[in-house]
């Protein structure tokens, strides 16, 4: 058993917790001899103070938001996947399409959020299409690449052997595009996140939301400030969980073989 | 020691067959110019005898590689044809006319474990798991990896990577085995270790291999005929046949026969490289 601190995993936990705890006390301490007024920015325990009183609201705020995220995650996935194998049907159909999937990429949310808001009468519905749409193109480009991105020398092999189309996409196409991508749904993941929250805002001034995005604007308008932070808090964990989830997957899928995954060996 | 002459490209008359039964492949008159119009190969006549051990050799750009890829069918001549056991490509991969080739990598799949890897040639021709398992498992053993059959090629050396692509080769019981450069990045050790081994088992299931390599020592040591190949255009140059006892072992190594073919080879490499550099005979 080697002594806990020179455990891998274990650093890559405590070292960044004991940063945010020096960050969190400095932020505690400093704002407390200054004496910054709490309308102006709070300290964490008045941000945690309302974390606990705002409690009821702010989870169920939380859980509109995670909804319309993971929805909106799922959708992109699953849509992104079969564009993706689309595309590497045939060049025609890639190129022919792709300028789309980038013109879709670089509108921005908000600018296409009141539309998309207007257009479709549910609210749960226009905001995960929002979340969707920004989600949509890491999957779509990172698997492209990854089901393109085939060993020449294993290409060939198949060839000789004369594999069918369906057995050269299984065994070697699919397989081979893994890597790429769980590196796309670790983007996906976060930015099915952003896109919920921007299309809360957009939908929030018109006071048709109630998620986490729409009790940020909430505190705004009646200057309870630490409430904003706590709604800022719970989505950046929210965030950060995503991501870690996406991480733990990929993990567990590729860690047998894949370069990113393996550890180097002593 | 028989020198054949030099080979003149579409000389039908020096072409090679063994006196007893067909032979495996027939060049004819084939030759390869690429898109970009360079001339990989002269028009080529070659008969390769069954049961034969052919290596081609030579310097860089002479073509053995483009030669042993149109062996394999992966890709087509410019002119001229090929046969396979006198019939065309199509009816290549029936029963006793199955071939099967090892590439310089070992390009296994690095997400499969070693005898998923070797499997793979038999799910192509959907073979159920409980006739495709014994197979594998011979196959792997034949090559002395038995212990290893659950690991992933990542956790394999090099030369235990090149086993197991021999191996998945093997799986499919061959008659015809192409092997381009397989040892190349190899240490000499190991490269020993496989030739021994490849002799062997080409000699017990009564292969014809072709076999393609820089190393001298590697090609006397196999062949039982060498073809010395040169470039601009690629060409065969000159043809050496290893009359020697199969299989072979270090014995063989050791001898001063082994040093004389040696020898021999090496200086009509050098000629052949001379002729390369001065544009040949073209």
Redesign the interface.
Known sequence: MKPLFESEAFVRIAAPVAVGIVLFAMWEVGFRLASVPVYLFPKPTDIFASLLHNGPSLLRALLVTLRVTLQAFVAAVILGTLIAFMFVQSRAIEVSLFPYAVLLQVTPVVAIAPLIIILVKNTQLSLTICATLVALFPIISNTTLGLRSV?P??A?????????RF?TLV??RV??A?PYFFGGLRISSGLALIGAVVAEFVAGTGGRSSGLAYEILDAGFTLDIPRMFAALFLITLTGVLLFAAMVALSQWVLS????SE?RAEA | MRVLLPLEPLDQTTRQTTADGAPAVEVLSAEKVFANGARGLAPIDLSIADGEFLTLIGPSGCGKSTLLKLI???IEPSDGRLLWWRGDFAQV?QEGRRLA?V?Q?P?L????RVEANVR??L??GNMPRATADPKVAEAIARVGLSKFNRH???QLSGGMKMRVSIARALVTDPNLLLMDEPFGALDEFTRNKLDDDLVNLSWERKLTTVFVTHSIYEAVFLSTRIIVMAANPGRIFRTMTIDQPQPRDQGFRDSPKFAVYCRELSTWLAEASLQSAGGGVS
């Open positions: 060993d020398g294993l060939n092999f198949f060839r000789m052997n004369r594999a069918s057995k065994k070697l397989p081979g893994l047998d073989w894949h370069d393996t | 394999a069918n992966l991969g080739f590439f990598e390009t799949m690095p997400w499969a793979l040639p799910e192509f992933f090629p990542r």
